[in-house]
């Protein structure tokens, strides 16, 4: 989970780590990652320290370390668990516990958080079933209210472009291939060009981010 609000607090004491964060957020967000082997195609300098991931924003101007669920340190088999799979007394009673429901206000908010922070800090691999599930409907309704109350400046294709590929430590050419010829990607980079839905495609592909951050 990323918080709106956090990025928007930090930005106000550090104006110049607002479009960096938007970028990282944006890219992380869409980012459908199962190891931290599929971390490095997209930010190549992340490194992990236990459940943590630490990524460099902007050029060593400021890291941001966050807890990235679903993803391990090795490469395990990936087990979903649905409602049905539970415990539902032991669920029952975290939910009893937790009270979850639509988040209304900034106090609501901060209790939840709260919760949400207790859990992360027991670890991915130390939460029961239950615990798991209640994370991921905690966490689904904080981002709803602060996607609502916090919304982020939308980020131009062309700008997350030149983003990942700072990121991934990458030069202009190594997109060739992917719109189809050197020139259009100086084009795009330059604005002087959009990006077609097959080329996000083959961009979206590359980096590993999702396909709605370059259209």
């Known amino acids: 989970m990323i918080s709106r609000r956090a990025i928007r607090s930090f930005a106000e004491r550090r104006p110049e780590a607002l479009e960096p964060l938007l970028l990282w957020a944006s890219a992380t967000e869409s980012a459908d990652w199962r190891s931290p082997a599929d971390v490095r195609l997209t930010f190549n300098t992340a490194y992990f320290v236990g459940e943590l991931t630490v990524f460099d924003v902007g050029r060593n101007k400021g890291r941001v370390i966050v807890f990235v669920q679903g993803i391990r340190q090795e490469s395990v088999e990936e087990k979903s668990t649905s409602i049905i799979d539970l415990d539902t007394r032991r669920y029952g009673r975290l939910l009893a516990k937790a009270l979850p429901g639509v988040i209304k206000s900034e106090g609501e908010n901060d209790r939840v958080l709260g919760i949400v922070e207790d859990l992360m800090a027991k670890g991915e691999g130390n939460l029961t079933p239950e615990e798991g599930a209640l994370l991921e409907l905690?966490?689904?309704?904080?981002?709803?209210?602060?996607?609502?109350?916090?919304?982020?400046?939308?980020?131009?294709?062309?700008?997350?472009?030149?983003?990942?590929?700072?990121?991934?430590?990458?030069?202009?050419?190594?997109?060739?291939?992917?719109?189809?010829?050197?020139?259009?990607?100086?084009?795009?980079?330059?604005?002087?060009?959009?990006?077609?839905?097959?080329?996000?495609?083959?961009?979206?592909?590359?980096?590993?981010?999702g396909v709605e951050l370059f259209i």
Request: aromatic content about 8%; overall charge positive.
């Open 138 to 209: 905690l966490v689904d309704l904080t981002h709803d209210f602060e996607e609502q109350h916090y919304p982020l400046p939308a980020v131009p294709p062309r700008g997350m472009v030149a983003f990942l590929l700072e990121q991934r430590g990458l030069k202009p050419s190594a997109l060739w291939q992917v719109p189809g010829s050197r020139g259009r990607v100086s084009e795009i980079l330059a604005g002087k060009r959009g990006i077609s839905k097959e080329q996000a495609k083959r961009l979206a592909a590359f980096f590993r981010v």
